[in-house]
DNA sequence: TCGGTTTACTAAATCGGTTTACTTCAAGAG
DNA sequence: CTCTTGAAGTAAACCGATTTAGTAAACCGA
């Protein structure tokens, strides 16, 4: 037997479709008890479910939103889906995930196929490559919510951590232990994320009297990282310290690290942004700029499903949550 | 401007809504080369995009298929999710991502909620706590899944690993390196990859020789676990070597062998289940039995799809993948 | 030039709900 | 006894697509 449906209910409850679809809404005002208790009785004994399918067509809203990441396997993402799933959970709403692998179009498929299928809002950790759809989204007044990178020029929420002051807090800290000769290591300047952690950087190296030449900012893709600090350690003052932007570039640096059979710290004192998981296993256990990223979910979360509910559209804003600094061993005294 | 429909497309084009549909499906043996033109240039025009609710509501197929994890955060979900989301990318099915947190409620509510929302089939990692509705998903012919985790009396599709071969290979290889005294540490046996496990162990010590008695065997919740090693390791004949079941219990591990300042082979040789990342980097690196996750998720979603499209339902398979055992320096000689 | 095909297209029903506007009936007011 | 009002409920339109059954016009052979 197929599904049954809200005529089915009717029938064998003995009323109309609308007073179905009243009960079902828990609008009971124009009901009588004895209707109500005869409509329950259909409904478990057809044991029926509402098409949510058909309701979302009338209504115009399908309780789902969308969120497209760059890559589910970065940590820092997983992080963030689990937050914003919490949140949707409790508020009884789905998430339909995609994968825009940074790859521009594959998200331009994406925020496509989620309009078409009608997802009430769209949480999004742009690729950057997509500017004018960014625009034209917020434009229309489609609820969408930017996270972790800032896109320039849009009129849309944005959720997002103080990159330059967590920087400053490393390069500050690693100053107290004496170290002079600092490096940054991120991937190429195409998102906001590593440019104000690279702005962040040479603004503080400044203002601690240390360095702020481009000698110690190393932007590469990540296969080309290895090489780059090899070169950079062949050259006078060589550096005493790493801040690695992400997960990929530490992993890189500390393959370089074992290579060179440099010791840390002693011979290079380590900060790593992003939550690692293990950070406190490894040998030695490695000081990390972590992110809030489970509350930035759920706040993702919860900011773009009030904006969903409420009339109005309110003003876009920004949340900017602060970074925390765990000092482990990596990060020892300089020579 | 609300967004376009079907019939202003089929009103700027100067056609019935009919052939505006046909034309969608790309079923043009009955349409002129004249009308398709005007019909593209409409669609083009109004930036018209089908509302697959509607489609959906019609058509009893919605494209899209659910998941229910037991937790994202776990390594080995996450990189199922991937798989599944690759395959479905490719297949333009969108994906629905619910975490169900071990709770046989959430789980429960969660496949209502996908079936609510129509979703084509659902893959499920199942937290074992919902037979009966295990049972009456798979007797009502609804595609569903199983993960990771078998289930009893279903007949169901279903992809696992062979949790025995990859325990009794982890023992094998201890056994080879000298160690007698081997401990299996795992949560309590309430899912089948558990069970396996610690069967597979038992075989496998019993057929090597070697104490198959339940004292080397630990199945207990992971916050008691610290204190049933304290424990094992007051006892005679101290374990040489342990295998940990997943991630979280290799974490306790460590924790353990860090509080009693054991050292790694040398006092304690150790092999983890699960894909640890960083396990090349921790020191000393780890051994461990490695999943095809991402395979997994993949065959999984291409299975299921499958079954979507065809007709007849297909004969409730299992599919069974082998797990890699990778050798590092956790596991060295027995002293 | 007439009946039969083919081609190109359309009207209307349908999917399963929600919502609006209306009806019916009983009770209370005057 | 009539009029108003409120309670309880319903018929029908609607959401935006697909699909079925059918039609109008062109063409074609005899």
């Known amino acids: ?15 109309s479709k609308s007073t179905v679809s009243q009960y079902l809404n828990k609008r009971y005002q124009h009901m009588g008890q004895e209707t109500r ?13 509402p098409n949510v399918l058909a309701r979302g067509l009338k209504q115009k809203r399908t309780g789902s939103v969308g969120v497209i990441v760059a890559n ?6 997983t992080e963030i889906c689990r937050g914003i799933e919490d949140y949707c959970q409790e508020q009884n709403i789905s998430v339909i995930l995609c994968n825009s692998d940074e790859d521009g179009e594959k998200e331009k498929k994406y925020t496509e196929m989620l309009q078409a299928k009608q997802v009430d ?30 896109v320039n020029n849009v009129k849309a929420d944005t959720i997002v951590v103080d990159n330059r002051k967590a920087v400053t807090r490393a390069v500050e800290h690693l100053a107290s232990l004496g170290h002079r000769s600092i490096v940054l290591a991120t991937g190429p300047l195409t998102i906001s994320t590593r440019t104000e952690r690279t702005e ?16 110690n900012i190393i932007n590469a893709e990540i296969s080309s990282l290895k090489d780059r600090l090899g070169k950079r350690f062949e050259e006078p003052e060589a550096p005493t310290a790493l801040i690695a932007g992400n997960d990929l570039v530490l992993l890189e640096a500390l393959a370089f690290v074992k290579e060179q059979g440099l010791r840390v710290p002693a011979d290079l004192a380590l900060v790593a942004f992003d939550n690692i998981p293990f950070a406190h296993l490894l040998t030695p ?37 602060e970074c925390e600094l765990v000092v482990r061993e990596s990060s020892g005294q300089a020579r």
Chains 1, 2 share one sequence.
């Not at 329950?40 to 479910?49: F, G």
């Not at 589910?72 to 993402?77: A, G, T, V």
């Open 285 to 321: 256990t490695l000081t990390t700029i972590n992110q809030p990223s489970l509350e930035m979910g759920r706040k993702a979360a919860e900011r773009l499903i009030t904006r969903i509910r409420s009339e109005e559209a309110p003003e876009a804003a920004e949340f900017v949550f």
């Open 121 to 150: 809002g769209i949480i999004l950790l742009p690729t950057g490559k997509n500017g004018p759809l960014y625009e034209s989204l917020a434009e229309q007044g489609y609820p969408i919510l930017f996270m972790d990178r800032r």
């Open 1 to 15: 037997m197929g599904k049954a449906t809200i005529g089915d209910v009717a029938a064998r409850a003995g009323v």
């Open 37 to 49: 208790t005869k409509i329950e009785e259909a409904i478990e004994a057809l044991d029926y479910r």
């Open 72 to 77: 589910i396997m970065h940590r820092l993402s």
């Open 200 to 215: 962040g950087f040479r603004a503080a190296m400044r203002e601690l009297g240390l360095d702020d030449g481009s000698g």
